[in-house]
C-alpha cells in the first residue's frame, strides 16, 4: 500500500512539472494581455485533454478482455474469422463495362474487400495477432490482388501454403466485356500466384465454387510443375462437362529421379470426368480420403475408376456420390467390387429428380456389387425426387408420392444385400438403431451399455442407411415398412431415436414388426409422449398365450429429450407413466421381467421412479 502511495505521489509531481511547463511559459510581449493568455491556456489544456482521453482508451482496450488473450490465442480466434469472412474480390454494381471506345471509363467492375483484415486496424495487440504466420497461408488467387504476393510470402515465413482459385464471383452474369475483364483478372492473379516457387510450399490446392472448364483449362501449364508436399486436391466444377484427366503435377512423371514421388492423400473430384488410363497418375496409392461427386443428371460414373480405387491399399475414406453406373454398364461383368481392406469409412448418396431417373436404384445396384471389408462403417443416403414438396396436410397423399418415387421390391432386395453383405464376425448385425429416415445395424454391441443419442453414428464396422428427407411432423413411412427385410433375429440391442418435432411411429400394427426380434437384450430410446406409451403396450402381454414382445428383454435406457414439451401433454403424460408400471408388473407376472431400467439424470425429479422401482430396480445415469 505504501509502495502505491509513494508511486502516485512521484506521478503527481511528474504532472505538475509537465502542466507548469506548459502553462508557466506562455509568451509575453504582444500576447501578454489577460485575453490571450486565456485563449492560449485553454488551447493548452484542450490538448492535455484529447491526450487524456487517448490514454484512457489505450489502457480500456488494454484491460479488456479480448486483449488479454494471449497472442496464440487470439490468432486462433481470427483463424475462424478468416474462414467466415476471408477477402474476397467482389462484383461493383454501379461500374457496367462497355466495349465501347466512346463510352467514359467509369473504373474496375470489380473490388477487393478487406473483410477479416479489419482486426488489424483494431489496436496494437490485434495487429501482431494478425501477422501470426498461419494466418497468411490461406491464399484464394483469384481474390487477393497480385501486389499482395511479396507481403503475403514474407509473412508466411516459409509454411506450407493452401491455394485456392474460383471462377466469377457469385451473382455475377459471365457475358460481354464482363467476361473478357474477368478472364485478364484470373489470368493475372493465376499466372502471379502459380509460380514454380510458390507451387514448391502448396500443401493444399483447391479450385472451388464450380469452376469453369475454360478457366481450369487455364491453370494446367502452370500445374505441371513440381508440388513436392501437396497433401490435398480439390478440383469442384461447374456442371457442365468438365474434363480433368489432363492434369499433370510435375513433369517428368512422379517417383522419377528428378522429382519426389506424389505425396498426395486426400483428392476430391466434383463435377469432373476422369478417364480410366489416366487416372493412374491421380489416383495414387498414397490417397487416404477419396471423393468423387456429380450433380444430378451427370453422365460421369465411377465404375471405370474402380479397378483404380481398388489398388489404392492406403485408402481409409471414400466418398461417393451420383457416380453410379446404369444396369446396362454391367454388361459381361459379374465379378464383384472389392473394396481395399484398409478401407474405414464409405459414404455412397444419390439424389433423384424424377421417378424414372434411375438414380436411386443405380446406386443401391453399385452398393451390393461391393465386398465391403468387415470393419468398414458403410452409409448409403437416397433422396426422393419428390419428398422436398411433400404437402404435410395429407399424411395418405404422402404415402402415394412417397411410394412412387423407388420400387418397393428393388428397395427391399437392396437393403437385404446391404445388411447382410461382408464378413461379419457373428455372421449378422447385432445391433439396430431406428430415426425417422435412417436405419443403422452394428455388427456387434460396439456401443457403450448406456449409448448417447449418436452413437451408432460413430461405430466401425456399421451399416446405415437414409432414405428421403423427412418433414417437420412428417412420418417416413416409406422407410419404416422396410423393417421385415432387416434380419431381425440376430439382433441383441435396438434404439429409437425419435423428438418431440417428428412425429414417430405408434400403434400395436408397428410394433408387431419386432416380433421377430426375440433376440433382444436392451431397448434404448427417449421418453416422447407420442409413442412410449404405445410401446409400453405393445410389450404388455394381453392373455397368458398371447406372443411377448422381446421376450429376453433385460435392460430399458431412457433418455431425457433434447427440447420437452409437457404441459401441452399432461394427460398423454399420465397415461404413459401409468401403462409402463402395469407393463413392469405384467411381464414380471408372466416370468419375462424387465431386469433393469437407467433413466437419465435429467428426469431425477419425476415421481414416477419411485413407483418403478418397487418392481424393477432404477439407476440414473448422466448422459454424455
Not at 507481403?151 to 515465413?157: I, M, P, Y
Not at 413411412?477 to 440391442?493: C, E, F, I, M, N
Not at 407420442?530 to 429376453?552: G, H, K, Q, R
Request: charged letters at 25%; one cysteine or more; hydrophobic letters at 40%.
Amino acid at each position: 500500500m505504501q509502495d502505491h502511495s509513494e508511486k502516485r505521489e512521484a506521478a503527481q509531481i511528474a504532472w505538475q512539472s509537465v502542466v507548469q511547463s506548459r502553462l508557466g511559459n506562455l509568451p509575453h510581449g504582444a500576447h501578454s494581455d489577460r485575453k490571450d493568455r486565456a485563449k492560449l491556456a485553454e488551447i493548452e489544456i484542450e490538448a492535455m485533454r484529447d491526450s487524456l482521453a487517448r490514454a484512457l482508451e489505450l489502457r480500456n482496450t488494454t484491460a479488456s478482455p479480448a486483449c488479454r488473450l494471449p497472442p496464440e490465442t487470439l490468432a486462433n480466434v481470427f483463424l475462424y474469422l478468416q474462414a467466415a469472412w476471408p477477402m474476397r474480390l467482389q462484383r461493383d454494381e454501379k461500374v457496367n463495362p462497355t466495349d465501347d471506345p466512346g463510352a467514359d471509363d467509369l473504373g474496375e467492375p470489380f473490388y477487393h474487400t478487406k473483410a477479416w483484415y479489419n482486426v488489424a486496424h483494431v489496436c496494437r495487440l490485434w495487429r501482431e495477432a494478425a501477422n501470426t504466420p498461419l494466418l497468411w497461408c490461406t491464399i484464394a488467387c483469384t481474390d487477393l490482388p497480385p501486389e499482395f504476393l511479396p507481403l503475403v510470402l514474407s509473412r508466411t515465413r516459409g509454411l506450407p501454403l493452401t491455394l485456392s482459385a474460383r471462377s466469377l464471383p457469385l451473382g455475377v452474369d459471365a457475358s460481354g466485356m464482363l467476361e473478357v475483364l474477368w478472364r485478364e483478372h484470373f489470368i493475372k492473379s493465376t499466372e502471379a500466384w502459380l509460380t514454380a516457387a510458390v507451387l514448391k510450399r502448396v500443401k493444399r490446392l483447391a479450385f472451388e465454387d464450380g469452376i469453369r472448364a475454360s478457366d481450369f483449362a487455364m491453370c494446367r501449364t502452370l500445374l505441371q510443375r513440381p508440388m513436392p508436399i501437396l497433401n490435398s486436391l480439390d478440383v469442384i466444377a461447374s456442371a457442365s462437362p468438365h474434363r480433368v484427366h489432363h492434369l499433370r503435377f510435375g513433369h517428368p512423371p512422379f517417383g522419377t529421379h528428378e522429382y519426389p514421388p506424389l505425396s498426395l492423400r486426400r483428392l476430391t473430384l466434383s463435377n469432373c470426368d476422369v478417364q480410366e488410363v489416366p487416372s493412374r497418375t491421380l489416383l495414387t496409392s498414397s490417397i487416404t480420403h477419396l471423393t468423387i461427386e456429380n450433380a444430378t443428371g451427370c453422365d460421369y460414373t465411377v465404375y471405370k475408376l474402380f479397378s483404380n480405387i481398388a489398388r489404392m491399399d492406403r485408402l481409409e475414406e471414400l466418398v461417393l456420390a451420383n457416380s453410379f453406373p446404369k444396369e446396362d454398364d454391367y454388361i459381361g461383368v459379374s465379378d464383384p467390387l472389392r473394396l481395399p481392406p484398409s478401407l474405414r469409412l464409405l459414404r455412397v448418396s444419390a439424389s433423384a429428380l424424377k421417378p424414372d431417373s434411375g438414380a436411386l436404384s443405380g446406386c443401391l445396384g453399385f452398393t451390393n456389387r461391393l465386398i465391403i471389408p468387415p470393419a468398414t462403417r458403410a452409409e448409403i443416403q437416397l433422396r426422393g425426387w419428390d419428398l422436398d414438396t411433400i404437402d404435410e396436410s395429407s399424411e395418405e397423399d404422402d404415402d402415394e408420392d412417397e411410394d412412387e418415387w423407388i420400387d418397393d421390391a428393388s428397395l427391399d432386395a437392396g437393403l437385404t444385400a446391404f445388411f447382410l453383405s461382408g464378413d461379419y464376425p457373428d455372421e449378422s448385425p447385432r445391433e439396430l438403431n431406428i430415426s425417422c429416415d435412417t436405419f443403422t445395424m452394428h455388427t456387434a454391441n460396439t456401443s457403450p451399455f448406456i449409448p448417447p443419442r449418436s452413437s451408432s453414428k460413430a461405430c466401425p464396422g456399421s451399416r446405415s442407411f437414409t432414405l428421403g428427407c423427412t418433414c417437420r411432423h412428417c412420418l417416413n413411412t416409406v422407410l419404416l415398412q422396410r423393417l421385415p427385410a432387416l434380419p431381425l433375429p440376430a439382433l441383441k440391442s435396438l434404439s429409437l431415436q425419435f423428438s418431440t418435432w417428428t412425429q414417430p411411429p405408434h400403434g400395436p400394427n408397428w410394433w408387431s414388426n419386432f416380433l421377430l426380434a426375440t433376440g433382444i437384450q436392451r431397448v434404448s430410446l427417449e421418453w416422447s409422449n407420442w409413442y412410449c406409451n404405445d410401446l409400453w403396450e405393445a410389450m404388455t402381454p394381453s392373455t397368458d398365450d398371447s406372443i411377448v414382445l422381446f421376450p429376453a428383454l433385460e435392460t430399458i435406457v431412457i433418455h431425457d429429450e433434447d427440447f420437452p414439451i409437457r404441459i401441452q401433454f399432461e394427460s398423454r403424460l399420465a397415461r404413459a407413466t401409468g401403462t409402463l408400471i402395469d407393463m413392469l408388473h405384467t411381464r414380471k407376472d408372466r416370468q419375462v421381467p424387465v431386469g433393469s431400467i437407467l433413466v437419465d439424470d435429467r428426469m431425477k425429479s419425476w415421481a414416477i421412479w419411485s413407483l418403478v422401482a418397487e418392481v424393477t430396480p432404477v439407476k440414473f445415469f448422466v448422459p454424455s
